[in-house]
């Protein structure tokens, strides 16, 4: 939900949200243990990690719902510890659950939103109008929100955190149990707030969410930022880039092996995998070698990394502990 309706400054920061050593501590856990980030405006950030490696209390903290033990941070150019008003003013918040009133229906939940925000009747009313037609639920205004689908009422959800319009809107798992149609749908929405000029930072449970939206990625686990970057630049910090040739006969098959000694091989499926990055010279120097045997290939694919296995690379416990959704495919 929002926080509040902001005022614009003169100069926008370079950077949307900027940390550096942020910590939080509950007894003797450590939840966040010295975290830094500069994440551009008018861009999308995403944090990855393992149920329990903070991105939660990250959010909490930069949307000053909760403290922090140490560190410093700033959201759209305010303190958090000097102007947390500031900072409430600018940004709008999207929880992991819908925060609607059943009872209301979706007109009144914005209209809601806007005299919390304190706008005035005609521009509460202009601005709910312009939200529920911008995400497609101008047809349904005055249903209860009660009967809305899970897509529904995550795109309602979003539209009563921009009626304040925020400089900053933090997503903190905002896809979580939706269908693959009703999740591509809240990445339109989120491409077009960026294009927009708002700054999304967003924390996802769905590692093709953040291929598919973040400028950057960081990884958080126990705590630490173990790698930022942007997602192909994780990705080639991760070994594993190979070329698979598959063959139709044993014989090609064979020569082809005896080609690639340090190739791993698929006896079923008769199908070799070479190492190698599949830039144009390495797949030149494959094909140019492939072709000196005399065997042709029935077909030829190039495999890299992707973030699942940035993920499970990175991370101390994230094949056992984490729910994320591993090879999600969305078609």
Do not use: C
């Amino acid at each position: 939900m929002p926080m509040s309706n902001h005022t614009a400054d003169d100069r926008p920061p370079e950077y949307a949200v900027s940390v550096r050593g942020l910590r939080k501590s509950y007894g003797d856990k450590t939840v966040l243990d010295g975290i830094d980030l500069r994440i551009p405006a008018g861009t999308v950030f995403a944090l990855l990690g393992p149920n329990g490696a903070g991105k939660t209390t990250t959010v909490q903290i930069l949307s000053t719902l909760i403290t922090a033990d140490g560190g410093q941070a700033q959201v759209a150019g305010h303190d958090l510890t000097s102007s947390p008003h500031g900072v409430r003013a600018a940004i709008g918040v999207t929880g992991q659950f819908a925060a609607l009133d059943d009872l209301l229906t979706a007109r009144e939940n914005l209209l809601l939103m806007a005299d919390l925000l304190r706008l005035g009747k005609a521009e509460g009313r202009a601005r709910a109008g312009e939200l529920l037609a911008r995400f497609g639920i101008a047809d349904v205004a005055d249903t209860r929100a009660a009967t809305f689908s899970g897509g529904m009422r995550r795109r309602l959800d979003l539209a009563m955190t921009l009626v304040g319009d925020p400089k900053v809107i933090f997503l903190d798992e905002p896809t979580t149990g939706l269908d693959p149609r009703s999740r591509r749908t809240m990445w339109e929405t989120v491409r077009s707030l960026v294009a927009g000029g708002v700054t999304v930072f967003l924390t996802t449970q769905y590692l093709e969410e953040a291929d598919q939206l973040a400028d950057r990625v960081a990884v958080l686990d126990r705590g630490r930022i173990v790698a930022e970057g942007t997602a192909d630049e994780l990705k080639a910090r991760i070994p594993g880039s190979h070329v698979r040739l598959r063959f139709t006969d044993a014989d090609a098959y064979e020569r082809a092996a005896e080609a690639f000694p340090g190739a791993a091989r698929d006896e079923e499926a008769l199908a070799l995998r070479v190492a190698g990055e599949g830039g144009v010279e390495t797949l030149r120097a494959l094909l140019d070698r492939l072709d000196a045997t005399g065997v042709r290939a029935a077909d030829l694919s190039v495999h890299t990394p992707d973030l699942d296995d940035v993920f499970l690379a990175l991370t101390s416990d994230g094949a056992a502990d984490s729910p994320l959704h591993m090879k999600e495919t969305l078609r």
